[in-house]
């Protein structure tokens, strides 16, 4: 109970603060948020990236290495942890054992998954735990659309039966995650019919990005910006804020959705409100490491081995924090940090008040 009331409590203040003094309230606000990537394997053959290409990497922290760091989370005052994987968190054995920890010390937590293995057992286990949220990623409808963004055969039709083993289970707070790219382009709106029909809480769509998903691509070979794929772009952004509108089922602002364009235009300085990711939630990798983002990567601690009061009050992550706020940094525009930006900017305040009440509820209210 305490803890949801210093959530409650830190998150307001946030949400109030932040947009009245351009974000810099943020920086004197503890985050009480975290996510970690518990594993780079990956069973996808996704077209939009390279994660999969990874090994098993036998320095991942163990469970029992998890369970310490969700108590040193705790003891510093989070209470939320996104699990997710730079690949596939459920192609660990361990995953429900992880999760075991989090919910042991009675820490609300969702998962993002490509949703390729919830048979039902699987589904079972998971409901047992009560996660706020399950995220699953989709760039297309039918399996075709799925082979040609995630390289599997009937992977559509197996992601949609497992959808339903999740709800047979009672978890309900099920949404899809999908990237903007080029190869989905006509599946963007159909995505979120699909989510409509299934009676799915949303699809929360991000700006696809050649630095994350495919590092070793120079942005310069990138024809994002190309005029008539941007006009294209802008025609089908349309259509999913019309039917955001008239259902609800597009979790982004409109504020974002109509960014897209702009960050693809211009990937490397795109830049449009202070970001506050280093302050807003703690970010850590498979080896228990602190990094900022997905982008700053450089480890500013270690949860495994150091307490979080240490390494947020130390000079190294003081000095990271500032630098993103100022935008010394790679840049992104991916939804998971802009919206939050967007959120807590000034002139993203009113615009982005839903994503607000949204993430509110999430973090607050019942479990799935």
């Known amino acids: 109970m305490m803890a949801s009331i210093r959530l409650l409590r830190n998150e307001s203040a946030r949400a109030v603060l932040s947009p009245l003094t351009g974000g810099r309230a943020s920086a004197h606000i503890r985050p009480t948020i975290a996510a970690i990537y518990i594993t780079q394997f990956c069973n996808s053959r996704c077209t939009m990236c390279d994660f999969w290409k990874n090994d098993h990497d036998p320095k991942e922290l163990t469970s029992e290495q998890w369970g310490v760091v969700f108590s040193r989370l705790k003891a510093?005052?989070?209470n939320f942890v996104g699990v997710n994987a730079s690949g596939e968190m459920f192609t660990r054995?361990?995953?429900?054992?992880?999760?075991?920890y989090l919910r042991a010390l009675d820490m609300e937590f969702g998962v993002n998954s490509n949703g390729t293995l919830f048979t039902p057992?699987?589904?079972?286990?998971l409901a047992a735990l009560k996660p706020r949220a399950v995220t699953i990623g989709l760039d297309g409808v039918g399996d075709a659309a799925y082979l040609a963004t995630r390289g599997l055969k009937n992977g559509f039709t197996k992601i949609s039966r497992h959808i339903d083993n999740l709800?047979?289970?009672?978890?309900?707070?099920?949404?899809?995650?999908t990237v903007l790219m080029e190869q989905n382009?006509?599946?963007?709106?159909?995505?979120?019919r699909f989510a409509l029909e299934k009676e799915l809480a949303g699809v929360r769509y991000t700006a696809h990005h050649d630095a994350y998903f495919t590092p070793d691509q120079d942005v310069h070979d990138s024809h994002y910006a190309d005029p008539d794929f941007l006009l294209a772009i802008e025609r089908e952004i349309e259509k999913l804020i019309e039917l955001k509108r008239k259902t609800g089922i597009v979790k982004n602002s409109e504020t974002y959705l109509r960014q897209v364009t702009a960050f693809y235009r211009n990937p490397t300085d795109y830049f449009p409100t202070p970001c506050l990711q280093g302050s807003n939630r703690i970010e850590i990798d498979i080896y228990g490491n602190v990094n900022l983002c997905s982008f700053m990567t450089e480890p500013l601690g270690n949860l495994a081995h150091q307490e979080m009061e240490e390494i947020w009050n130390s000079a190294v992550h003081r000095k990271a924090r500032e630098d993103a706020f100022q935008g010394n940094c790679p840049k992104c525009f991916l939804s998971c940090y802009a919206e939050e930006n967007l959120r807590l900017s000034a002139g993203g305040f009113l615009p982005t008040l839903g994503n607000s009440l949204r993430r509110g509820l999430l973090l607050l209210g019942p479990r799935s």
């Open 76 to 78: 510093f005052g989070v």
């Open 93 to 100: 054995p361990d995953a429900f054992e992880i999760l075991g």
């Open 121 to 125: 057992p699987k589904a079972k286990r």
């Open 167 to 177: 709800k047979c289970e009672g978890i309900h707070n099920i949404g899809v995650g």
């Open 185 to 192: 382009l006509y599946e963007w709106v159909e995505l979120a």
